[in-house]
């Protein structure tokens, strides 16, 4: 049974840290690309950020360039988002979503993690 099942969020101060995880199950990791999506109270889902499946490319959002990095360990099947110097804007839950190399249309999500930044 495939799982993508994210860890880390929680309530932070503006400027804090956070790291997030997700831990991938029941299928091929090392074959598919992993992204970090995030929505927001009232707002539509975004991108935050992706990596290929081998490590060798990263993209993000403009809004989280500089502040945050994704990365991920094929020996543990877990991608992870460092995230720092964060704004209250970050608030949202923050999804991890799997997409196979060789075939788009093959897609998973995990359920999401709470991450709120606030004073």
């Known amino acids: 049974q495939v799982q993508l099942v994210e860890s880390g969020g929680g309530l932070v101060q503006p400027g804090g840290s956070l790291r997030l995880s997700c831990a991938a199950s029941?299928?091929?990791?090392?074959?598919?690309?992993m992204s970090w999506y995030r929505q927001g109270p009232g707002k539509e889902r975004e991108f935050v950020a992706s990596?290929?499946?081998?490590?060798?490319?990263?993209n993000y959002a403009d809004s989280v360039k500089g502040r945050f990095t994704i990365s991920r360990d094929n020996a543990k099947n877990t991608v992870y988002l460092q995230m720092n110097s964060l704004k209250p804007e970050d608030t949202a839950v923050y999804l991890c979503k799997a997409v196979m190399t060789l075939n788009a249309f093959r897609s998973y999500w995990g359920q999401g993690t709470q991450v709120t930044v606030s004073s």
């Open positions: 990596i290929t499946g081998n490590g060798g490319s990263t």
């Open positions: 029941g299928f091929t990791f090392s074959n598919y690309a």
